[in-house]
């Protein structure tokens, strides 16, 4: 069924709506976008322009951000990653939310490179396309779609932000993209290789505006985890945090109300075991 829903949406066929968004027009059907927007709703509602026009604009978004989206409603999920990426491999079903996993090393240098030489781009870093669609998802009322994406950043901070349990920090996620044999130093080599990402995130969530949303604090609370790995093994990798708090006041707000709570979680837990 999802398969014939996108062959609809790439071939136009049966098409009775018009979305344009800066220079981009997108065949769409009123019977699967309305049903999951009140915004989509509302516009076509008895007496609106865009009821007769049978055309919506949304100037103000990215023409692929509209993609992610009407992804979203034509398919269930989305896929964030560059499109030049495979949506999928042997054994799983493309675009699917376990194709999406081994994707998020992408759009980087060569690991051998070091992390310095990362190249994270707001308009293709998979992290940065999943807040740019929450943004659009919560203006748009897709709810069904805000719900996907905080899935996918979730998903994010198990598969990738890997904690050692002898290190004692924080919660431990199960790794699933590294060897069951990993070493303790592949593992923190994988945090400190997502740290710049997050610090950009985080950066994001205030540009666009969604940083007190859900999505927001999942940002936050993943900088949080990270933390006290980076600042005992990786301390030259923390102005970086320091740079972005002094650019942006807020956010250096945000990390010690997320802290505080940390730490009163963490006492609470200990407490239970006294």
Known sequence: MRKRSRELLETGSYSNLLIRGQGSEFKVHQQIVCPQSCYFAACMASGMKESETRILDLMD?????????????????????????????????????????????????????????????????????????????????IDGLTKEVLWKVLRYTEVLLTFVPEYGFGRVPIHSLLPANATCEEKLETVEWEWSRLIVAAEATYDIGCHQSERGRLVIGAIVDVVPIIRSYYPSRIKELKMRMLEIPELAVALFDALCTANERIIEEALEHV
């Open 61 to 141: 978004e990215n023409p692929d951000d509209i993609k992610l989206m009407l992804d979203f409603m034509y398919g269930g999920t989305y896929w964030e990653h560059s499109l030049d990426q495979p949506p999928g491999s042997v054994g799983i079903e493309p675009r699917s939310r376990q194709a999406s996993d081994g994707f998020y090393f992408t759009n980087t240098k060569s690991r051998s490179q070091g992390t310095e030489a990362r190249d994270i781009s707001f308009l293709t870093d998979p992290l940065l396309s999943n807040i740019r669609t929450y943004n659009l998802a919560d203006k748009r009322g």
